[in-house]
């Protein structure tokens, strides 16, 4: 029989792997050390068969390199490429060394493997209890192509789920859990480790806190500006745009329609176009530089510093970001107004509210409750904007001829330099967590103060 879970409408099977430890026949017992044992003996000989098939699969996979694979996971390797004289020819040879990135990645995939393989044991062990126990009640006991017609009914979750769960394992697990396994490893240009490294433990993080460490300074100063971009990115651009949508969607202001196609022109436009366009124009020599010098408002031999002054290019990416990114916030923000009760606004009139407190207490409140979401999702976008901060500014200015990062370079612009210009992989990979957890953390708390928002005061 069924049992029905009490913390919600969901049904739970009773064939556990638990039961079937206690309460299993001899055949299911064996299961635990022979996969398929036990679908084997009652009449389900072609899932027996390939349970079996996957164990042996396991077992010959680990005694042929699996089980290397872990021992090496632990030292990384050992033996240096070396370089060897070839007198006959007069040349050098180079011998084949450890390579410390290759046997990471293979470990982790051992290691992954084997948690599939555990699953794949649970699953074989109550299998077998399963067809225990039904043929033990004299109940029908599904044959392979029975089975295989259920994937097209009751399992076709099972069916649609499994290829996407194998490409999330091959493409997003894997790949995460070795990027975060490299933040505990010296991989990096500094002592020429990018051949040959090996586990540090947690040095690489106190080497990015570490204030006075160059690193841990360019660290600190890098994750301020990013914090200080997300938010003034996220939030101009919702105030502007909703300033915009306001304006545009008023009663007496007229041809709507063009209006907004005016502001939204500039999204048919590829961002890395404008973002291209509007760094040649703001350089030194650019079209704004030369207007002004035309135009007598400059000296003939000056320029605005926009990407050499570290507050001049702070400011200038904010801007541009802003005309990048208020037609969309604009469209998001028509949606809403336009979708607000109209019965609302006529009771404040009514009651005697003025313009300013229908908006504070009609139309903020519920533009905020509609489009949280939308502004969690900027924040955490903003924080990972690669191409407004590097397509435009490229992260200068660089005031500090030792530090690895600009001005206006972000977390995710400095990550990118430190992996691909300075090849170094165990800093990145620190980078890399940090900012997750930063994105994370901010998630959540933004979406708890916005959930008891919308449940306490609107």
């Keep these: 029989m069924l049992k029905f879970k009490k913390n919600g409408n969901q049904f739970s099977t009773p064939y556990t792997c638990m039961r079937a430890v206690r309460e299993g026949g001899i055949e299911t017992k064996l299961s635990m050390l022979l996969m398929g044992f036990g679908n084997f003996v009652h009449k389900q000989k072609i899932k027996g068969l390939l349970y079996l098939a996957v164990e042996v699969a ?7 390199s699996g089980v290397g694979c872990l021992k090496m996971l632990g030292s990384l390797g050992s033996a240096p490429q070396k370089e060897v004289w070839d007198e006959a020819n007069q040349v050098y040879l180079y011998t084949q060394g450890d390579q410390s990135v290759l046997i990471l990645l293979y470990g982790v995939a ?3 493997l084997t948690l599939v393989m555990v699953w794949a044991w649970r699953g074989a062990l109550r299998s077998a209890f399963q067809a225990e126990c039904l043929d033990k ?50 991989y990096s240009r500094i002592g020429n480790h990018l051949m040959l490294f090996d586990w540090v433990g947690l040095e690489n993080f106190k080497t990015l806190f570490d204030a006075n460490s160059i690193l841990g300074s ?12 997300a938010f003034f990115a996220t939030f101009s651009n919702y105030i502007f745009g909703m ?6 969607n008023r009663k007496d202001t007229r041809a709507k329609g063009f209006w907004r196609f005016c502001f939204v022109l500039s999204c048919a436009v590829p961002m890395f176009v404008s973002l291209l366009i509007m760094r040649t124009m703001l350089h030194p020599n650019g079209a704004v530089n030369v207007l002004l010098r035309n135009l007598g408002w400059i000296a003939q031999d000056a320029s605005l510093p926009f990407f050499t002054d570290p507050t001049w290019a702070r400011v200038t990416v904010i801007v541009v970001n802003i005309w990048v990114g ?10 809403v107004l336009q979708n607000i009760p109209g019965e609302l606004y006529e009771a404040a009139k009514v009651d005697g509210a003025n313009a300013i407190q229908t908006f504070f207490k009609i139309t903020l409140p519920y533009m905020l409750y509609v489009t949280t979401p939308y502004l969690i999702v900027t924040f955490t976008g903003n924080v990972n904007n690669f191409n407004v901060i590097y397509l435009l500014s490229g992260g200068d200015p660089v005031t500090d001829l030792a530090a690895t990062a600009g001005k206006t370079d972000l977390l995710v612009t400095w990550l990118y330099k430190l992996t691909i ?13 940090l900012t997750f957890i930063i994105l994370a953390v901010g998630a959540l708390l933004t979406y708890r103060n916005s959930k008891s928002y919308k449940e306490g005061e609107f």
Excluded at 219 to 228: A, D, K, P, R
Excluded at 421 to 433: E, P
Aim: aromatic residues 14%.
């Design 326 to 335: 208020v037609p969309y916030t604009l469209l998001q923000l028509t949606g």
């Design 218 to 229: 360019t660290f600190w100063s890098v994750l301020g500006w990013t914090i200080v971009w």
């Design 137 to 186: 009640e004299g109940r029908h006991v599904n044959t392979f192509a029975e089975d295989m017609k259920s994937l097209l009914h009751e399992n076709l979750h099972r069916l649609l789920m499994t290829p996407p769960m194998i490409f999330i394992f091959a493409l997003t697990i894997l790949p995460l859990i070795f990027m975060i396994c490299m933040a505990f490893t010296n």
């Design 421 to 433: 210009d300075k090849q170094y992989y165990n800093i990145g990979a620190v980078i890399g967590i």
């Design 243 to 248: 300033i915009l949508a306001i304006v545009i």
């Design 58 to 64: 396991y077992i010959v996979f680990m005694a042929m």
């Design 110 to 112: 051992t290691v992954l």
